[in-house]
């Protein structure tokens, strides 16, 4: 296979006391390189859930998820660590800004974990900023700034480590049909 990430047989339950509560049963789905691919369903069919599975947030009850052919859930704490900062973007469906600190400085510290030095990680930190059309809100926090903005530090944060794969939670918030679908294309050219 070929695929970027691929998912076998992806069960997620959670647990009331001893009453199982399935939110994800038997997922199996295969994205490539530079394929954009749309989860779309109602509230609480499992989007989330499977987001979190597949960016290693959480821990599937049964199946695997591959990154590479690579089952990402064999990985040991340092391995994951990296795949979560370097491989995957993350914009949650709440934007999870830290408050203390700046646009430019939450933009900056994924590639400040991931070992880039202060200086070249605020200046990536800026042209991100800039790209989503923040330049004259970098010093402003959280608080400070509109929700649309947050969530454009957010897209601007994701972006950071150049991740091969971008997770986005409910980007836009708009109404969604029932049950759980899939509709797929692909990255334009140029990005």
């Known amino acids: ?41 109602a509230s609480g069919v499992g989007k989330s859930t499977l987001l979190h599975l597949i960016g290693a947030l959480d821990r599937p009850t049964q199946g695997k998820v591959f990154f590479e052919n690579q089952d990402i859930f064999a990985f040991n704490d340092h391995e994951l660590d990296r795949f979560r900062n370097q491989e995957v973007g993350y914009v949650f469906q709440f934007h999870h800004l830290l408050s203390e600190f700046t646009a430019i400085e939450n933009v900056a510290l994924g590639a400040l974990i991931a070992g880039k030095n ?42 950071i480590n150049q991740p091969r794969v971008i997770l986005a939670d409910e980007p836009t918030g708009a109404p969604l049909k029932s049950g759980l679908h899939f509709e797929r294309s692909s990255v334009p050219d140029g990005l």
């Open 118 to 159: 202060s200086r070249d990680a605020r200046d990536s930190a800026r042209k991100l900023l800039d790209y989503v059309g923040l330049s004259e809100r970098l010093e402003h926090h959280p608080s400070e700034l509109s929700g649309g903005e947050r969530q454009r530090v957010a897209i601007a944060r994701a972006l």
């Open 1 to 41: 296979m070929n695929n970027l990430i691929r998912t076998v047989n992806l069960h997620k339950s959670y647990y009331d006391g001893a009453i199982e509560l399935p939110v994800l049963e038997g997922i199996d789905i295969g994205v490539e390189k530079a394929e954009i691919l749309a989860i779309i369903g």
